[in-house]
């Protein structure tokens, strides 16, 4: 039986892979509709490694969690301007 050095254990979530969940986490909780809601859950059990993904994929994240990252600025700057929406 193989020993487990101090401090490392298989159970272990890299970083980016608990915010990659934490992400899916919150757009479950924030999604109306049961099978909407699903689709963020399912992903967090599915979803390979962040280290598997493609460069292209991980770029693809780095760039949406740009635009999550500055929404509230950009709907204060929509406030501010007088475009509130409510279509």
Excluded: F
């Amino acid at each position: 039986m193989a020993t487990v050095p101090r401090g490392e254990s298989d159970d272990v979530v890299d970083p980016g892979d608990a915010a990659i969940q934490a992400l899916l986490a919150l757009t479950a909780e924030n999604t109306d509709g049961d099978e909407n809601r699903e689709k963020p859950l399912d992903a967090i059990l599915t979803i390979p490694p962040l280290t598997e993904w493609p460069p292209d994929c991980r770029e693809t994240l780095l760039e949406t969690c740009q635009y999550i990252k500055d929404l509230p600025h950009d709907l204060t700057q929509r406030n501010e301007g007088g475009d509130v929406g409510g279509d």
